[in-house]
Every structure is written in C-alpha cells, then in structure tokens.
Nanobody, 121 residues
Framework: QVQLVESGGGLVQAGGSLRLSCAASGSIFSINAMGWYRQAPGKQRELVAGITTGGSTDYADSVKGRFTISRDNAKNTVYLQMNSLKPEDTAIYYC???????????????WGQGTQVTVSS
C-alpha cells in the first residue's frame, strides 16, 4: 500500500505565498511522474503542475510564472511553491504520483487526501 500525505495549505491574502508538500510512503520501488491538481467548487479537477523523475516540468497556463513544482527523489516528496496567489487559485489541491511498486515494473497512480488553499481578496 502507498500513502501520499499533503501539507502546507491554508488561508492567505491575495499576493501572498504558500508552499505545499506531498510525501509518499509505503510499498514504493520507485516513483515516476508526480504532480499537483486542484479542484474548485463546482469545477472539474485540473492539472496545475507536473514533474518527471528527471525534473522536466509542465504547468497550467494560469499558474505559469507564479507556481514552481519541484521534487526530492530521496525523500519521495514533491513540492509546489505558490507565489502571487489570486482568489481564483482557491481550491482543494491534490498531489498525484505514478508509483512503481515492484521490480516487475507494475505502476499505479495514487492520490493524496487533498489540502485546502483559500486566497482572500
């Protein structure tokens, strides 16, 4: 079994910053892509940022230049530094990891429980 535990959400004023963390633990052989998604009330879950094992990144257009995704492979942890936050960034943020669980290369996707980010105007 694999668990993803997120932390770092909260309430911040517009223009402020937050840093989210997501640590993976359990039956992990290796982790391929990791990413952050978010879901606002009444909207579908959307990709915010993704990062490969090698460090290649991808961002939603709405967060480019403001958010930075990074990872520490030794700690099986992914981070999301969020700067210049806007009220429209308010959502529940979820981390996702593509985890290889054994030497046969079996890979599964796992989700964290979500962390609330609220940006006040």
């Amino acid at each position: 079994q694999v668990q993803l535990v997120e932390s770092g959400g909260g309430l911040v004023q517009a223009g402020g910053s937050l840093r989210l963390s997501c640590a993976a633990s359990g039956s992990i052989f290796s982790i391929n892509a990791m990413g952050w998604y978010r879901q606002a009330p009444g909207k579908q879950r959307e990709l915010v940022a993704g990062i490969t094992t090698g460090g290649s990144t991808d961002y939603a257009d709405s967060v480019k230049g403001r958010f930075t995704i990074s990872r520490d492979n030794a700690k099986n942890t992914v981070y999301l530094q969020m700067n210049s936050l806007k009220p429209e960034d308010t959502a529940i943020y979820y981390c996702n990891a593509k985890v290889v669980i054994n030497t046969r290369g079996h890979q599964y996707g796992y989700w964290g429980q979500g962390t609330q980010v609220t940006v006040s105007s």
